[in-house]
């Protein structure tokens, strides 16, 4: 196949959209970082990198997992797009409204957040973000999908910088930071509702359908919240919120691997698993190449991040190391992507949270932030392991670990040379 007929191959050209779109918005994210550093106390800035990953399943903890389901409902029961997320959207009120209140119940009363309301804005804002996104996704709809993650993150950047332009180099107020992104997201997630044109019904048998099949997903999603996040609610417990805060740094430079990486990888790889059954190699060696470039370049990147802070190298090895982990989970695991087998994924995502909760429990009080560091690599290994291990029961694949192996030392070799 010639290198122009691959260009005009339309899968490809939405991977490209997809990557160039994640790639700009994760730039944006780190401008809004640099931002809230300088806008915040170290304390709240903490408290804000404890708050902010834990969003995204909140989000779906408020739909009830039927983002999930909105892709079979568009690709396996042909509903329209204007017809699915209109009816979804309002089927969902009720058990929606009673999760919000439930939500502020405990942020209010048991935790005594008095920007409780600001945080309530901000998941229905997220959750309305999710769904027009899953649903642009299953559509194929690639600029309607880059245009709303990117319109979110330039207006969020936009309205924090009057924000602090405002407070007169006063700190910021961390419910005011959420009070304006949950505002952002909800106007720009309620102008791609009005695109789409959806129709406002109630429907019990397709929102009964939808929860039949999102919910078990949900669980997936807050077993992979719980590896993700075990690391920081350990360092915060022993260490401190504001260790968290410069913990958060690093994983923000981990992320650039991430969003250059897994997230174009993960939409790329599903459909295409069976003809590339050697990609873990290719998988490896760029990972390992970005992540050394990454690594090698933190004393610049982390200062123009967040003035002030020096990297620490371990930790960031650490963090590049589980973002590869995560790369390479996807890229071995064929077999359980097969029909039947899916089931499995949740639990080998157990295992890694085990393993991450156990270390984090061991690791943190003794190293902080070291181990902190250490342990979300162990919680990696421990993904790609099983991962790999179940998926070739499953579908045996003759994977060239051998040649793996050696790509990976001679990655480190080069830039071990270069420091």
Not at 9 to 22: D, E, G, Q
Not at 70 to 92: A, C, E, F
Not at 133 to 158: D, I, K
Not at 214 to 232: A, C, E, K, N, V
Request: net charge positive; proline share 5%.
């Amino acid at each position: 196949m010639s290198l122009l007929s691959r260009l005009n191959n339309p899968a490809l050209r939405n991977i490209t959209v997809y990557a160039m779109a994640t790639a700009f918005a994760a730039l944006l994210t780190l401008v809004q970082t640099r931002v809230l550093w300088r806008a915040l106390t170290p304390a709240d800035f903490g408290v804000w990198a404890l708050i902010d990953p834990m969003l995204l399943p909140a989000a779906s903890l408020v739909l009830f997992g039927i983002d999930h389901s909105i892709v079979k409902q568009l690709r396996v029961d042909h509903q329209p797009l204007r017809v699915v997320t209109g009816t979804l959207l309002v089927s969902t009120l009720p058990a929606s409204a009673l999760c919000l209140l439930v939500v502020g119940f405990i942020s209010g009363i048991v935790f005594h957040l008095a920007w409780t309301d600001a945080l309530l804005l901000t998941m229905v804002g997220e959750a309305l973000i999710l769904m027009m996104q899953t649903a642009f996704r299953a559509t194929g709809a690639v600029a309607l999908f880059a245009t709303l993650l990117l319109s979110r993150n330039l207006l969020y950047l936009a309205l924090l910088l009057v924000v602090q332009a405002y407070s007169a180099g006063a700190p910021l107020d961390i419910g005011l930071v959420f009070l304006t992104r949950g505002g952002c997201v909800v106007v720009v997630s309620m102008v791609a509702v009005a695109a789409t044109r959806s129709v406002p019904r109630f429907a019990w048998a397709p929102y009964r359908d939808a929860l039949r099949y999102g919910s078990p997903l949900l669980l997936t999603t807050f077993i992979y919240s719980l590896t993700d996040m075990s690391d920081r609610w350990f360092l915060a417990k022993f260490t401190g919120v504001v260790a968290v805060g410069v913990y958060s740094l690093h994983l923000k430079l981990a992320a650039i691997v991430s969003q250059a990486i897994v997230i174009p990888f993960g939409l790329w790889f599903p459909p295409e698993r069976f003809k590339r059954l050697r990609t873990a190699v290719v998988v490896a060696l760029i990972s390992g190449y970005l992540s050394g470039a990454v690594w090698l370049a933190r004393d610049l990147v982390l200062p123009l991040i967040a003035p002030g802070v020096v990297a620490s190298p371990l930790v960031l090895a650490c963090c590049l190391g589980a973002v590869t982990c995560l790369a390479l989970s996807q890229a071995l695991n064929v077999g359980l992507l097969m029909p039947g087998h899916t089931g499995k994924n949740p639990i080998c995502n157990l295992y890694a949270a085990v393993a991450t909760v156990i270390g984090a429990s061991i690791l943190v009080p003794l190293f902080g932030m070291n181990g902190a560091a250490m342990t979300r690599l162990v919680g990696g290994l421990v993904l790609v392991s099983v991962t790999a291990a179940w998926s070739n029961r499953v579908f045996p694949v003759a994977f060239p670990y051998r040649s793996q192996r050696w790509y990976c030392i001679s990655v480190f070799r080069r830039l071990l040379s270069r420091v």
